[in-house]
T-cell receptor, first 113, second 116 residues
Framework: SQTIHQWPATLVQPVGSPLSLECTVE??????LYWYRQAAGRGLQLLFY??????ISSEVPQNLSASRPQDRQFILSSKKLLLSDSGFYLC????????????FGQGTRLTVV | AQKVTQAQTEISVVEKEDVTLDCVYE???????LFWYKQPPSGELVFLIR??????QNEISGRYSWNFQKSTSSFNFTITASQVVDSAVYFC?????????????FGTGTRLAVRP
């Protein structure tokens, strides 16, 4: 069966520090991968998605970047965190066939102080 | 652009009551997909249902049921005989068939509290 792992679960970082959140998927090949952010009291906003290695699409302009160095690995990064980057970050995957449901990781709660 | 509206921010019910969570969507596409996810306190989103725009049949799964009405652009979710374990934030979401990568547009969620 397929599983998705996301870490760390919680993170407290000072303003201006770098960020690296990692997500890996097991049990499937060539998944679509996503990073969503959930701000307090708001819905989930899609930040990045990837349909293949090295293929990253950004949905909103921001201080973050994403990379997909391997088929089942998706990394969310920042060179310098802002206070506004605080939130709950969720990685997700969906099968390479279109219009299927996405499956989410357990999330990372990031607090920038 | 597509949009999903969940007007109910919070709902509180007593155990065994029935509760309906509303979802209204906007899209210009004729082919699209609707979803419901549950987010328990642990934070992980749990997939509940996917429905395509050509299938307006209502669906029942145990205590859960979904009412899809294209005429009103609504995809409402009913929990019958609610239980404390149903307490969570519930999200409705939409994806358009023409979009690459199955991007989901989420509503802002409805927080359901079921009191014993």
């Amino acid at each position: 069966s397929q599983t998705i792992h996301q870490w760390p679960a919680t993170l407290v970082q000072p303003v201006g520090s770098p960020l690296s959140l990692e997500c890996t998927v097991e049990g499937t090949s060539n998944p679509n991968l996503y990073w969503y952010r959930q701000a307090a009291g708001r819905g989930l906003q899609l930040l990045f998605y990837s349909v293949g290695i090295g293929q990253i699409s950004s949905e909103v302009p921001q201080n973050l970047s994403a990379s997909r160095p391997q088929d089942r690995q998706f990394i969310l990064s920042s060179k310098k965190l802002l206070l506004s980057d605080s939130g709950f970050y969720l990685c997700a995957w969906s099968p390479p066939t279109l219009n299927t449901e996405a499956f989410f990781g357990q999330g990372t709660r990031l607090t920038v102080v | 652009a597509q949009k999903v509206t969940q007007a109910q921010t919070e709902i509180s019910v007593v155990e065994k009551e029935d509760v309906t969570l509303d979802c209204v969507y906007e899209t210009r596409d004729t082919t699209y997909y609707l979803f419901w996810y549950k987010q328990p306190p642990s934070g992980e989103l749990v997939f509940l249902i996917r429905r395509n725009s050509f299938d307006e049949q209502n669906e029942i799964s145990g205590r859960y049921s979904w009412n899809f009405q294209k005429s009103t652009s609504s995809f409402n979710f009913t929990i019958t005989a609610s239980q404390v374990v149903d307490s969570a934030v519930y999200f409705c979401a939409l994806s358009e068939a023409r979009s690459s990568g199955d991007k989901l547009t989420f509503g802002t969620g409805t927080r359901l509290a079921v009191r014993p």
